[in-house]
């Protein structure tokens, strides 16, 4: 009889665990804005984003995200950006059940022209996370972005461009607490679209980003604006 229970339990808990499991085939989305502004005569600024991040098209949540910083541009080839981010995380599928990061970061941005048509930008960071119910945990990260004009030589108003991404995360710890560990590699984000400028100041992309972690591989749609004061 005990056998016989331990093994309804058993099911039970493979049951919940399969219901759970994210579904890699379901296409994801990500809408997001970008900012940051440029006090006149000023070295300094500031700069954030928000992102709602869906594991479908829409409404099933994956991560609400709110990022800002301050930044100091001592030239016109590095920023340097000090910020904090909130991160509201959510189960995938029926599940209302979140979980909360917050979330220090600091940054370095150091943008270069390749010939007359290739921006690119290379982007580190490094990141001390406070995430419910694990110990206090660290992250690195190497993101190297790509912007192609096609019509112009300049991303200024009108330009329509190719914009890529590869993004690289690294814990800086492994135990998170109780026992658990995770792996020195957290995830991997490969990232295509095409843009659009506004105006000078403003720009559009719609993309498709790849995101690889241990557990999974997911594609997620990106629409993104971007926004300069």
Do not use: C
């Amino acid at each position: 009889m005990k056998k016989y229970i331990s093994f309804l339990i058993l099911l039970l808990v493979l049951s919940i665990n399969a219901s759970a499991q994210v579904n890699e085939d379901k296409l994801g989305a990500w809408y997001m804005y970008f900012w940051d502004v440029n006090f006149k005569e000023s070295k300094f600024g500031l700069e954030g984003d928000i992102q709602y991040r869906n594991w479908d098209l829409i409404g099933d949540l994956e991560q609400l995200l709110l990022r800002g910083g301050a930044t100091y541009s001592p030239n016109s080839n590095i920023k340097l950006t000090l910020g904090y981010a909130h991160i509201t995380t959510g189960e995938f599928g029926d599940s209302n059940e979140t979980s909360a990061e917050s979330r220090i970061y600091q940054q370095v941005l150091l943008p270069h022209k390749i010939s007359t048509r290739f921006y690119l930008k290379h982007r580190f960071r490094y990141e001390q996370r406070w995430v419910d119910g694990q110990d206090f945990r660290t992250r690195y990260r190497y993101n190297l972005f790509l912007n192609i004009p096609l019509n112009q030589a300049n991303l200024n108003k009108n330009a329509i461009y190719l914009a890529f991404y590869n993004e690289l995360f690294i814990n800086g710890e492994r135990s998170i607490g109780d026992g658990r560990s995770v792996e020195i590699f957290d995830r991997n984000r490969l990232y295509g679209a095409l843009g659009y400028s506004i105006k000078d100041n403003l720009k559009l992309q719609l993309g498709f980003m790849e995101q690889t972690t241990n557990t999974l591989s997911k594609g997620q749609l990106q629409l993104s604006l971007h926004h300069s004061f």
